[in-house]
C-alpha cells in the first residue's frame, strides 16, 4: 500500500467511529427514556436504607437466627471467648478495647466493646453486626454459625459486665 492510499485509509477511521458512535447512542434512546431513576407520579422514593437497617424480608441474613439466641450460661461465654481470640481480637484486642494490631490501620478504629456506648446496644445488635459486618468490619455469616455468633454476643456482654 503506498502512503497516499495508507494515509487516506487512515482518515476514513473517525469517520467510521462516529458512525458506530450514533448507532449506539441511537440504539439506546428509545427504551432508556422510561427506565430513568426519576421518580414517577405516586412512586415512592427509592431511599438507601442506613448502613445498619435490617431488612423485613430477612433478605440480609441474620432475622431468622435472631430467634434462637444462646443463653449466657458461663458454658457459652468461654465458648464465646475461645471463638473471640480467633475471630476478634487481631482487630478488637484481647480484651475487646480496640487495640488490635491489625485494627489500627481502620478509620475509625475498631470500637471498644468494653465501652458504654457498645454495651448499650441490644444483644440482638451485636449478633447483627458479627453477622452482617458493621460500615468497614467484614461480616462473618460465612465463618460462623448462629450458634457460634451469640456465643461471641454472650462474652462481648460479659467484657461489660466485669468491665474488661
Ligand atoms: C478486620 C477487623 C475487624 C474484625 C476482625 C472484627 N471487627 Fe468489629 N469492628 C471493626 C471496626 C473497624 C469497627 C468500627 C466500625 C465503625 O465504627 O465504623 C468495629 C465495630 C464493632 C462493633 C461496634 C459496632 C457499633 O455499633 O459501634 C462490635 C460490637 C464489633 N465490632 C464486634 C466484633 C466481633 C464480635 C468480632 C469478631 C466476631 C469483630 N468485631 C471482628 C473491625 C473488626
Given at each position: 500500500m503506498s502512503i497516499y492510499r495508507a494515509k487516506k485509509a487512515i482518515n476514513k477511521i473517525p469517520v467510521c467511529l462516529s458512525g458506530i458512535m450514533l448507532a449506539i447512542v441511537l440504539a439506546g434512546c428509545p427504551t432508556e427514556m422510561t427506565e430513568q431513576p426519576s421518580y414517577k407520579p405516586q412512586e415512592a422514593p427509592l431511599l438507601t436504607p442506613p448502613a445498619s437497617s435490617v431488612s423485613t424480608q430477612g433478605r440480609a441474613g441474620g432475622l431468622r437466627d435472631l430467634a434462637s439466641p444462646t443463653t449466657a450460661t458461663p458454658k457459652s461465654i468461654e465458648e464465646g471467648r475461645y471463638l473471640f481470640q480467633i475471630y476478634c481480637t487481631m482487630c478488637h484486642g484481647e480484651k475487646g478495647r480496640g487495640d488490635g494490631p491489625v485494627g489500627q490501620k481502620f478509620i475509625p478504629k475498631p470500637?471498644?466493646?468494653?465501652?458504654a456506648r457498645v454495651q448499650q446496644l441490644g444483644d440482638e445488635e451485636i449478633f447483627l453486626r458479627i453477622t452482617n459486618g458493621f460500615q468497614t468490619m467484614p461480616s462473618f455469616k460465612k465463618d460462623l454459625t448462629p450458634q457460634e455468633r451469640w456465643h461471641i454476643v454472650n462474652y462481648v456482654r460479659s467484657l461489660g459486665v466485669k468491665g474488661g
Open positions: 470500637a471498644d466493646l468494653t465501652s
